[in-house]
């Protein structure tokens, strides 16, 4: 054993040196160094003649240490993009890396270095939550001191400590998914997927979970890359989303890049109090900025609706028309309705 | 070999649940109860009724020890499927080649206690009951009579596997071996007479038995692994239910003491042979219909 790691710990510092050189020769290797999951051109298809079209042409790149929501509505192609990331699909075209490692050439490197809850996820139910997590442990060759507090620290973390040496056979739903999630974490994975970690369960179980979800990534800066059906949910915990439907990714990008989709489409809508003039003549400056398609006056409120962002130029032409702005808010936007329309038009 | 460790956390879970399992507890006991009653009615006689007591012995294992290879085996894939825990045991770091071999490793050994235990059983039952020692020749006749039985339990061990592999489910995996074991082992006799009287044109009720019915009947037994079986443990061509049997062989199987153990595999090696073979290419068939249902397909 002893001679065992030193001999790894070796060949660790070689491909470290070896790395630093190549990152030196070439500024690509660089950039694709930031990206936990990156794929290009990734497809699948399935039936005789690939006429089905699971994933189609998609082009993904996922930063190191984010979460990363993969949204879309039932047979989008999420759980088979996520098959392929991890090696249980083979791509019929188009290519991808996960930690580094290529999708088809390097299958078990990525399943050493990622952690998975699939959907659906079944374990051994004659054996207990620590049996379970014990078996699934020594597929990693992790030290039986080490494995053990491990166990038991897991299944602390996603709240199943009472259940620790109950049979997995009689867990509710609810419980079944945040095991799924302590038994992806077993190896201590730098990558995270989670293919729907909310499906079936209560809202205070979906929440709890999300929390938990937000927190793994927080502390330890473990990269996740879930699949839901919810967009709201998305919007609460993932620094970037991606909008999947039959196959084809119709968009991506950070929450605000998505609000930005919306305003480009839907326009944006602004909510003012003004101090000094009445607001009608509020109204009336505003209504000769460039871009401001609307304005109406409610509840002592100017409501103002414009093409796109123009807050500094509203808040000008009050000024100048001899107003103060006490309030100015941006009418928050429902990024479920984008989806909703997204995905209609696919 | 750090490619193939997993294979035994796979072999050792396997193993672990099989002999918790109550499915395997309740077969073992049953069986045991046979093989002790059989040795024990026996016990009280000379040598030569034990070896007597060995042939019906043989007869009860060739009809319906099969049945544990296929209770150790119908499941191994398919209940994984079922449950989809194969499809969480698949994003850990394991091939697919070392969860079907771990699978296997770990029902052949269980199969090994099996067949240790009754033998064991066997022999300490007619020990205690017949007050004498056993001889040093007839140890190694069990000794090799225990190997017969192991490969032929693996056979339908192997036939179980593959079972569990090409069906979506357990009960169906279960409903296509248990026909299996029923036409190979104990109805194969009366299977082989009727094919062999339709096609010799031959009718039962003819009293002499015509040489080319005899012949095509004694060539039909030998599809079944239960012909092999039963030759070299007793030297008759089958011993399941219904059939002709043809003369039997001059060396009277593995228990035969006016023969020698040489005598014995001059006689008998082509069947061992095949049974050894059987079991190793039906593994070697779940292997490959295992690994092409693979990531290309989706099988899970
Ligand atoms: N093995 C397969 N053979 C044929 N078609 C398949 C196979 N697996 C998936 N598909 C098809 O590919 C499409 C995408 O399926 P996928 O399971 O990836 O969707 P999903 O986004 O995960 O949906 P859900 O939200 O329902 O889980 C579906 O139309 C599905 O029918
Ligand atoms: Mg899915």
Not at chain 2, 189 to 199: E, F, K, L, N, Y
Request: proline content about 3%; some cysteine.
């Amino acid at each position: 054993m002893e001679s065992m790691s030193v001999e790894s710990m070796s060949v660790e510092s070689m491909s470290v040196e070896s790395m630093s050189m190549e990152l030196e020769q070439s500024g690509i290797l660089q950039e694709t160094d930031e990206f936990a999951i990156e794929t290009i051109h990734l497809s699948k298809f399935f039936g005789k003649e690939k006429q089905i079209r699971a994933v189609d042409n998609l082009n993904l790149q996922v930063k190191k240490g984010e979460v990363f929501g993969f949204v879309g509505p039932n047979g989008a192609g999420k759980t088979t993009t996520m098959k392929m990331l991890i090696g249980l699909l083979e791509p019929s075209e188009g290519s991808g890396k996960v930690a580094g490692f290529d999708i088809v050439r390097e299958v078990i490197n990525i399943r050493e270095t990622t952690g998975v809850l699939p959907e659906p996820a079944g374990f051994y139910d004659n054996l207990t939550a620590r049996q379970n997590l014990r078996f699934y442990a020594k597929l990693y060759n992790i030290e039986p001191g080490v494995r053990e507090k491990r166990i038991v620290n897991l299944l602390e973390t996603v709240g199943l400590t009472r259940a620790i040496d109950q049979k997995t056979g009689g867990f509710s739903t609810g419980m079944r998914k945040r095991f799924g999630l302590a038994q992806a974490l077993v190896n201590e994975p730098s990558v995270l997927f989670l293919d729907e970690p909310t499906s079936g369960i209560d809202p205070l179980g979906a929440q709890m979970m999300r929390d938990l979800i937000k927190e793994l990534n927080r502390s330890k800066g473990v990269t996740v890359f879930l699949s839901s059906h919810s967009m709201e949910e998305v919007e609460e915990i993932c620094d970037h989303i991606a909008i999947i439907a039959k196959g084809k990714l119709l968009a991506a990008g950070s929450v605000e890049d998505l609000r930005d989709m919306i305003r480009e489409k839907e326009g944006v809508h602004y909510l003012l109090e003004v101090q000094d003039i009445p607001l009608s003549e509020a109204a009336e400056a505003v209504k000769n900025v460039e871009g401001v398609t609307a304005f109406d006056i409610r509840d002592r409120t100017l409501h103002v609706s414009a093409k796109m962002k123009l807050r500094t130029e509203i808040a000008k032409a009050v000024k100048k028309a001899g107003g103060t702005v006490s309030m100015f808010e941006e009418e928050e936007m429902n990024l479920q309705k984008l989806f909703l329309k997204i995905i209609e038009g696919a | 070999m750090e490619k193939y460790r997993n294979v035994f956390v796979i072999a050792q879970k396997e193993f672990a649940d099989n002999i918790w399992s109550p499915r395997f507890v309740i077969l073992m006991l049953v069986f045991t109860t046979i093989v002790f009653s059989l040795s024990y009615g026996s016990g009280i006689g000379s040598e030569s009724t034990i070896s007597r007591s060995y042939l019906d012995i043989a007869q009860i294992v060739s009809l319906f020890l099969p049945f544990m290879g296929i209770a150790l085996g119908f499941d191994a894939i398919c209940k994984e499927r079922e449950a989809s825990s194969l499809n969480v045991l698949l994003t850990h770091p394991i091939y697919r080649d070392n969860i079907i071999a771990g699978k296997t490793l770990g029902a052949m050994i269980t199969l090994v206690l099996v067949v240790f235990v009754s033998i064991f059983i066997v022999l300490g039952t007619m020990l205690v009951a017949s007050g004498t020692e056993l001889s040093l020749p007839m140890l190694n006749r069990l000794v090799v009579f225990a190997i017969l039985t192991y490969l032929y339990l693996s056979i339908f061990l192997a036939l179980g596997i593959l079972g569990s592999i090409v069906t979506k489910n357990a009960t169906k995996s279960l409903v296509y071996n248990i026909a299996i074991w029923v036409v190979l082992c104990i109805v194969f006799g009366m299977i082989c007479t009727t094919t062999a009287s339709i096609i010799a044109g031959h009718k039962p009720t003819d009293l002499d038995d015509s040489g080319y019915f005899l012949e095509l009947n004694a060539d039909i037994q030998k599809l079944s692994p239960a012909h092999h079986y039963a030759m070299t443990v007793s030297g008759v061509p089958s011993l399941s239910w219904l059939g002709v049997s043809s003369e039997r062989s001059s060396v009277r199987g593995i228990f035969d003491t006016e023969h020698t153990l040489e005598q014995w595999w001059n006689e008998f090696w082509i069947n061992v042979l095949i049974l050894t073979i059987t079991p190793v290419f039906l593994i070697i068939m779940a292997f490959i219909t295992f690994l092409r249902q693979d990531i290309s397909k989706d099988m899970g």
